[in-house]
């Protein structure tokens, strides 16, 4: 068990999370659907959603939250070729995004 995990063979869970000023929730959520119907083609996808803060003045507006079956299938999508293309749109929001395996369920 540990050497599948060791080799990146562990089901993992990508959180990232966007800075998006009020006025430009629409044209953020048409970049996201961009990025988004990309690496629900690839390999090893489980699911997204994107959740959106219902808190007044929110440092993160929307946070997405996806499954992949492993981690190196989350790296492989998103280094692919087609990625930095149908996520460019994302550019202008502030990003913070990391991978991360379960602890407790």
């Known amino acids: 068990m540990a050497e599948a995990a060791a080799k990146g063979a562990k089901q993992c869970t990508a959180i990232v999370s966007y800075?998006?000023?009020h006025e430009d929730i629409d044209t953020f959520l048409d970049a996201?659907?961009?990025?988004?119907?990309?690496?629900k083609k690839q390999p090893g996808?489980?699911?997204?959603?994107?959740h959106r803060a219902i808190s007044a003045n929110p440092p993160?507006?929307?946070?997405?939250?996806?499954?992949?079956?492993?981690?190196?299938?989350?790296?492989?999508?998103?280094?692919?070729?087609?990625?930095?293309e149908a996520a460019g749109r994302l550019n202008p929001?502030?990003?913070?995004?990391?991978?991360?395996?379960?602890?407790?369920?």
């Open 60 to 84: 993160f507006r929307f946070v997405n939250v996806a499954k992949w079956k492993t981690v190196n299938d989350f790296r492989t999508a998103t280094q692919a070729t087609g990625y930095a």
């Open 45 to 50: 996808h489980v699911n997204t959603t994107l």
């Open 32 to 39: 996201w659907e961009m990025a988004n119907d990309f690496l």
């Open 19 to 21: 800075q998006v000023k």
């Open 93 to 105: 929001y502030p990003v913070y995004a990391a991978a991360y395996d379960t602890v407790r369920p």
